[in-house]
């Protein structure tokens, strides 16, 4: 299920994805949606806050909610859906992690009724019940439904009436459950996993500067987290770039890497980079610390090579438009090539090496 946003989910004209974060109190609901926002971009609105904040506002609702949450009981569904729709109005967000809601049958058929959103999914937290307790009289907030007679209301309101929400969603398929008991960063790993499998978006990555680079053919390249690219493989002049997916950052390619690249080129296994001088029916493979192309084996099948894959120690090269691979032992010494043809009456047009391709 992706997080394609449902054409329902409409909020002020806007169409907007929620996911609804349950889980019992202390189960760390409110400490995993901040790392969340933080890596996915959603904005976080805990019912909880929203009905503290309505009680230091001072509004004609303070003294009701603020016996309502001394005893850790549910307050009415029109006053907490008033506050999230507001608080999503306000916000220039269209994802909303919403945190402790719907915490009854009551507040789902509410908001349902009110906002016409459904959740894209429930990220449910499930945790026992000595290490909520054990959280929460730790958690030095200094919230006053924190103690232990509060916390004891609290869970008995969870069980009998948040439970039943989860089970609700958990029939329409809805519910992700994450093992809460775990340390933070643990589960922060299973929420990620939930998250990336989910989010089925491009994320944008910083730009590439302009006029740095032509867009012509491009040959693109994974090694060692950073994708290297030309906009010209041959011996002509051409531009180069590296993108480090770590740092978020483009910079120049360095000379050396750039001059020689004058051919299809691939990395093995994301390590060692290979290419072919086209030209010359070279193999060569790059030296990071000298800058420069060290070669492996020459042959004239190689000339004119037009594209490559590597893997297992081998690189397949896509020769005499496409009418025969040559592939190269390179682990062998010294290397072997051999060449592998299409079937009769067809030609390569592209070539990929499955993870399964052995060297044996
Ligand atoms: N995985 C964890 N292991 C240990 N402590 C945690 C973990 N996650 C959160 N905590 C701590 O437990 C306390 C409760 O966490 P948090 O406020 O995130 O829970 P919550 O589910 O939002 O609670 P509530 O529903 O009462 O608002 C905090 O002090 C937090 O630092
Ligand atoms: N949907 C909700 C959410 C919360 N409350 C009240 O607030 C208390 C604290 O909530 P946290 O999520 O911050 O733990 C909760 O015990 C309720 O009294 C609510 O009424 N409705």
Redesign the pocket.
């Given at each position: 299920m992706g997080t394609a946003v449902d054409t329902q989910n409409m909020e002020n004209g806007r169409k907007v994805t929620v996911i609804f974060?349950l889980?019992?109190?202390?189960?760390?609901?409110?400490?995993?949606?901040?790392n969340i926002v933080q890596n996915f971009g959603f904005t976080h609105l805990?019912a909880?806050?929203l009905l503290r904040a309505e009680i230091k506002s001072g509004s004609e609702n303070g003294t009701m909610i603020q016996s309502m949450i001394k005893e850790g009981k549910i307050v009415p569904s029109e006053v907490t859906v008033k506050l999230l729709q507001l608080a999503m109005q306000e916000s220039g967000n269209d994802k909303f992690l919403i945190?402790?809601f719907p915490r009854n049958e009551e507040n789902r058929e509410t908001f349902e009724s009110v906002t016409g959103i459904e959740p894209e999914f429930v990220l449910f937290?499930d945790?026992p019940e000595e290490?909520?307790e054990?959280?929460?009289l730790?958690?030095?907030?200094g919230?006053e439904?924190?103690n232990l007679e509060t916390i004891k209301k609290?869970f008995k309101v969870y069980m009998e009436s948040s439970l039943p929400v989860v089970a609700y969603y958990s029939l329409k398929d809805k519910v992700r459950k994450i093992d809460?008991?775990?340390?933070?960063?643990?589960?922060f790993e299973d929420v990620k996993a939930i998250f990336n499998s989910t989010t089925e978006e491009w994320e944008k990555v910083s730009s590439l500067r302009v006029g740095r680079f032509s867009r012509e053919t491009t040959d693109a390249i994974g090694w060692h987290g950073r994708l290297c690219m030309v906009n010209v493989k041959g011996d002509t002049a051409k531009q180069g770039a590296i993108y480090s997916a770590e740092q978020d950052l483009w910079g120049d390619m360095k000379e050396g890497m750039l001059s020689g690249w004058r051919g299809p080129a691939a990395a093995m296994d994301e390590e060692m980079i290979y290419l072919v001088d086209e030209s010359k029916g070279v193999v060569r493979k790059y030296n990071e610390e000298t800058d420069g192309w060290v070669d492996v084996v020459e042959s004239d099948r190689l000339r004119g090579a037009q594209q490559m894959a590597a893997r297992g120690g081998r690189l397949c090269v896509v020769c005499k438009d496409g009418s025969e691979i040559v592939v190269v032992d390179v682990m062998a010494s010294p290397p072997q090539m051999w060449v592998v043809e299409p079937p009769q009456g067809f030609n390569v047009a592209a070539v990929h090496v499955l993870p399964r391709m052995s060297r044996t």
């Open positions: 974060v889980g019992g109190p202390g189960s760390g609901k409110g400490t995993q949606c901040a805990s909880g806050d945190d402790g937290f945790c290490e909520m054990k959280r929460l730790t958690r030095n907030q919230r439904d924190d609290r809460a008991a775990k340390q933070a960063e643990a589960v």
